[in-house]
């Protein structure tokens, strides 16, 4: 496990500089942001990727089941000038009800390859889109080298170690037990094997659902890379995103911005 999965304020900050770097630069070639849009973020954390949408004076919420992020987060915004423009909220996305108005921008970042009902997700989030909304979705397909999150793994053998997440699960949890790695992780990590989603599956699930891409952008190496271990992002080439399936396993992240037909 890495030192930045334990530090809340160094995961805000690299949310930050990604989200301000290439997050909003790829949203505003198809939608301008200004102090009228309003932003929701699903799977907020501690909502570091609002701040630059918040900066810019735009009206923002995040949403997370997590507790104590959620707490986390408000205390990290508590002296910020917009704070009145932001609203946190602790709780399932499904059973929420303070949602008081719909969005013209909503943030899915890191956050599909975690849900288990991905189709009855897209379809909820068109309840909350404005029209002419926008919705941004970033998630490393599941067939890349590390698309098993293992890098939150205590083993630094496995945290290391390339595409062995995509061994059967019975030999896949042996190998994590072997290692010595607690059963709350195991269990973490099988639940992800369970929800990883690859390309091809985003956008079949999106167009079922009705919504049309308007942006897409495959990395060979991912944004958040950049400041997470100092390495310069860099394109998958159009010669291998072209090929369906093999591509998963090359691109360690996917940048899509979808809106309904």
Known sequence: MQKR??????????QIFTTQKYII?????????????????????EAGNLKPFLDLGCTCTGVDFSTPKIEKGKAFYAS????????????????TTEFHSRFDIIIVRDVIEHIHDQDKFLGLMKDLMAPDAVAFFAFPPWQNPFGGHQQICESKILSMLPYYHLLPASIYKSVLKTFGESDAK???????KETGISLERFEKLI?????????KTLYFINPNYEVKFGLKPRLLSTFFSKIPYFRNYLSTCGYYLIKQK
């Open 5 to 14: 999965h334990l530090d809340p304020l160094q995961y805000i900050n690299e």
């Open 25 to 45: 630069p790829f949203i505003e070639q198809k939608k301008r942001i200004n102090e009228s849009v309003q932003v929701l973020e699903i799977g907020c954390g």
């Open 80 to 95: 910020h000038p917009n704070v009145n423009n932001l609203t946190l909220i602790s709780e399932d996305i499904y059973k």
């Open 186 to 192: 195991i269990t973490s990590l099988l639940e992800i």
């Open 207 to 215: 167009a079922k659902n009705g919504y049309v891409q308007l942006l």
